[in-house]
């Protein structure tokens, strides 16, 4: 039984692979636990709802390394709770807390989905205890987890300047983030004015490269599980018509359309679609 005054911990969670976890974050964000027989890899922090770390340690009591997709305010915010982590230095700038936007979004994220949740908004979201220190993450980087478990990290830009993805072999998974998503959002790295521009190129190269590795791979996970079950990959269809939408984007074929956004509805996002994948875009920059 959960003490009324200590934060939550209770969060959904399920093992889809041997030793490997899916936590949910009340709906803002999946984060995911892989463990080894000698260390244990957390793939991002999610909103910082609540006591991550204690959920994590009913996982595996081995010592942890935190790892970063990227450093949007829903991935990275329980990271303190570690000290440190590593994320592309891309990203870095980013890396901040955010307690009222928190709070905002959450419970935008809970009016949205209807839910009934085990957490208290003044309680559960709190103001980081440290900043994290924040260790480099190149392409190519591991981390050996013992037993021949070693996770390797790529560079994906689109969703952000300095977003990796994560690549397990031996459970034949790999953790994108939001680098894949069903509905990829790419507006904010289009514009080639900002420092974080990437544009449709970019995009198109950094998921080109998650079809390159697809040898390795039986599942691709992404950092929220709205399009899909917990501890279920995404779509087979969803990695080609993202890529699809790319080349009608870049030889311009495209139809762009416009709808409430998702999360706002009293705001529009133009976006381009295929089949259950679509791209949110700034048509300014196409």
Not at 197 to 226: C, F, P, Q
Request: net charge negative; aromatic share 8%; with cysteine.
């Amino acid at each position: 039984m959960q003490n009324q005054t200590e934060q939550t911990s209770l969060y959904p969670m399920v093992e889809f692979k041997e030793n490997t976890f899916e936590l949910d974050e009340f709906d803002c964000a999946s984060i995911f636990v892989l463990v080894g027989t000698e260390k244990a890899l957390v793939i991002d922090t999610g909103m910082g709802i609540g006591n991550l770390r204690r959920a994590v340690e009913r996982i595996t009591k081995k010592p942890v390394t935190v790892v970063i997709t990227h450093a949007h305010v829903d991935h990275i915010q329980n990271t303190h709770q570690w000290g440190e982590c590593y994320i592309n230095e891309l990203d870095m700038p980013m890396f901040v807390d955010d307690v009222e936007r928190r709070k905002y979004d959450a419970k935008l994220i809970a009016k949205r989905q209807g839910g009934i949740y085990a957490y208290d908004l003044d309680r559960d979201i709190t103001p980081w205890t440290c900043q994290p220190v924040l260790n480099p993450l190149v392409e190519g980087q591991s981390f050996d987890l013992g037993g021949g478990r070693i996770i390797t990290a790529y560079w994906v830009p689109g969703h952000s300047k300095g977003h990796m993805m994560f690549l397990d072999e031996q459970s034949r998974s790999l953790f994108a983030g939001d680098s894949l998503n069903n509905n990829l959002g790419v507006a904010g790295t289009m514009d080639p004015s900002k420092p974080n521009y990437v544009g449709i190129k970019g995009v198109l190269g950094g998921l080109e490269k998650m079809k390159a590795l697809e040898g390795s791979y039986d599942g691709i996970y992404n950092g929220h599980h709205d399009f899909r079950a917990l501890g279920l990959p995404l779509d087979q269809e969803v990695l080609p018509n993202a890529i699809d939408i790319c080349h009608q984007i870049l030889d311009g074929t495209c139809t762009v359309q416009q709808k409430p956004n998702p999360l706002h509805n009293d705001r529009t996002m133009n976006y381009v679609q295929k089949g259950n994948s679509w791209l949110s875009i700034n048509p300014d920059f196409i």
